[in-house]
């Protein structure tokens, strides 16, 4: 992953959530200019029929904050009431990563979350992350 750059990418996660931990590989990774980036809407739908596996997406801000956009908000929220589960929010900036948990009725940060790279045995990132989605 590049530590900054003009670029906007984005990643689905797939994985499991166990006991309010999210622990997600990275997958199907995209790049484009800020705001357009996407994404699959094919990619993300396939693999959650094939596999019921997709538990969020990460993305980075170029702009450096580290919170969802109100258009972060809004497509998280129609993901959560399109698979009918809570889904993590990973954002990227710089070296930080900060996880919010997205539910039908908003969302939370993430008491902790890390993104660790490939390596050591991990052929993809490793994102996560611990919390618990509103009820
Ligand atoms: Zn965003």
């Given at each position: 992953m590049k530590k900054s750059s003009f670029f906007e990418e984005s990643w689905i996660v797939v994985g499991e959530v166990i006991d309010d931990v999210w622990h997600g590989r990275l997958f199907s990774h995209r790049q484009g200019k800020p705001a357009e980036v996407d994404v699959s809407w094919r990619a993300v739908l396939s693999r959650e029929e094939r596999?019921?596996?997709?538990?969020g997406f990460l993305h980075t801000h170029p702009s450096g904050l580290l919170r969802p956009s109100a258009r972060d908000e809004r497509t998280m929220e129609a993901w959560c009431s399109c698979f009918g589960k809570p889904l993590l929010c990973g954002i990227t900036a710089g070296k930080e990563t900060e996880g919010f948990i997205f539910s039908a009725d908003g969302f939370v940060p993430a008491k902790k979350t890390a993104l660790f790279p490939t390596g050591r045995g991990r052929p993809r990132p490793t994102l996560i992350a611990f919390g618990m989605a509103l009820k």
């Open positions: 596999f019921g596996d997709v538990i």
